[in-house]
Structure formats: structure tokens, C-alpha cells
């Protein structure tokens, strides 16, 4: 079993838990400026969609670092949690909407279909999540952060670079 082989492409691997962990640390503080108000309700509710999401990985996250105490119906209400955004992820982007304060780069409406495909690809790995144990969790946690991050990548304007390479 190797939980942590590739779990980012591209220049960065993750070996270890903790190299996890960094990174998402990453993704979920990834916010934007404190108050920053959208208006536009389109962006605010796709904007909504994203820390809804941010709030079930960090529930994962700190039972797989032990900083909370594995809770199989918290895990698995989490997981459910994230079956349902990324269900939702290509309904609340459909409209290209920008607000002066959104990061979703207009390339998002360019390619909408490989778009589709990566929030297919999320909700497919949400599902994968096996919620019943921590070791589950370690085992296919990092393949629903490798879905989320491999899009921001892309499709969001603010780089993941907080893990130097
Ligand atoms: C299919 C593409 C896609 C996937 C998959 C995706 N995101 Fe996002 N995410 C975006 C885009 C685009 C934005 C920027 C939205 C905006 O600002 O209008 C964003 C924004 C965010 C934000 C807010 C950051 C900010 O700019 O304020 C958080 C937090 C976030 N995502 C977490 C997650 C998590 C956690 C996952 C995985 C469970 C995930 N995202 C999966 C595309 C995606």
C-alpha cells in the first residue's frame, strides 16, 4: 500500500503525512482577503460552495494528524459533505460570472468541459473517501486533495505555492 505515491503530478510528490498535511494547509487557508464583500450572488454562492468544502477537509485533516480523535459518523458526514459540493461545482460555475474579488480565472469558461472533467474527478474521489477508519482516511484523503488542488492549479488564480519546490 503506498497512500502517498503521486499524489500531486506535476513537480511535487508527497511522501509522508506531515508533507501532507502541509499541503493542506494550503488549500484550506487559501481564502480570500478577510472581508473582501462579492456582490455578485452567483460568485458569492460558488464562493460559499469552496469553504464549505475547506470546513470538511480540515475536519479530515485533524482526525488523519490526530488532532482530533477519529470519529467515524463526523468522517463520514464529512465525506458526504464533499460527495455534495463537488457534486455541485460545475452548476454554481456555470454562469461565467467575475467579481472584482473572485479568483476564478476566465480560462474556467474557455475550456468549460475539462472544467466539468476536474470536478467529475473530485466528486469521484470524494467517493472514494473510506470514512470508517483513520487508516482509510490516510489511504484516500490525499487523492480528494490532489483533486482539488490539481484545479486550483489551473483554474485559480491565487498559485498553490505555499510548498516551496
Ligand atoms: C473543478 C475545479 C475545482 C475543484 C475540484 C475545487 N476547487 Fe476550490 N476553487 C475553484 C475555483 C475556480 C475557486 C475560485 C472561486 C472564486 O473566487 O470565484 C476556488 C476557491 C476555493 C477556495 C476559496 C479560495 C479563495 O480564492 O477565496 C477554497 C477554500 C477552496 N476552493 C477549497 C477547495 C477544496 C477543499 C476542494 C476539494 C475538496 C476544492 N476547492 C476543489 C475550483 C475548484
Not at 458526504?80 to 476564478?104: C, E, V
Not at 475539462?114 to 474527478?121: I, P
Not at 490525499?142 to 483554474?155: D, I, K, R
Request: hydrophobic share 40%; charged share 25%.
Amino acid at each position: 500500500m503506498k497512500p502517498y505515491r503521486s499524489v500531486l503530478t506535476h513537480h511535487r510528490t508527497l511522501r509522508s503525512l506531515p508533507a501532507l498535511l502541509v499541503l493542506i494547509l494550503a488549500l484550506v487557508g487559501a481564502q480570500l482577503d478577510a472581508a473582501a464583500p462579492i456582490t455578485d450572488k452567483h460568485v458569492k454562492r460558488r464562493v460559499e460552495l469552496m469553504t464549505s468544502q475547506k470546513a470538511a477537509i480540515t475536519t479530515l485533516a485533524d482526525m488523519m494528524a490526530g488532532r482530533m480523535v477519529f470519529n467515524a459518523a463526523k468522517a463520514r458526514a464529512a465525506r458526504r459533505s464533499l460527495i455534495k459540493s463537488t457534486g455541485d461545482i460545475r452548476k454554481r460555475f456555470k454562469k461565467p460570472r467575475m467579481d472584482p474579488h473572485s479568483h476564478a480565472r476566465p480560462l474556467i469558461w474557455q475550456q468549460w468541459e475539462d472544467f466539468e472533467t476536474r470536478a467529475e474527478r473530485a466528486e469521484d474521489a470524494a467517493r472514494q473517501i473510506s470514512a470508517y477508519t483513520r487508516n482509510g482516511l490516510l489511504r484516500t484523503v490525499p487523492n480528494m486533495v490532489q483533486a482539488c488542488l490539481s484545479c486550483h492549479e489551473t483554474y485559480r488564480d491565487t498559485p498553490n505555492d505555499f510548498v516551496t519546490h
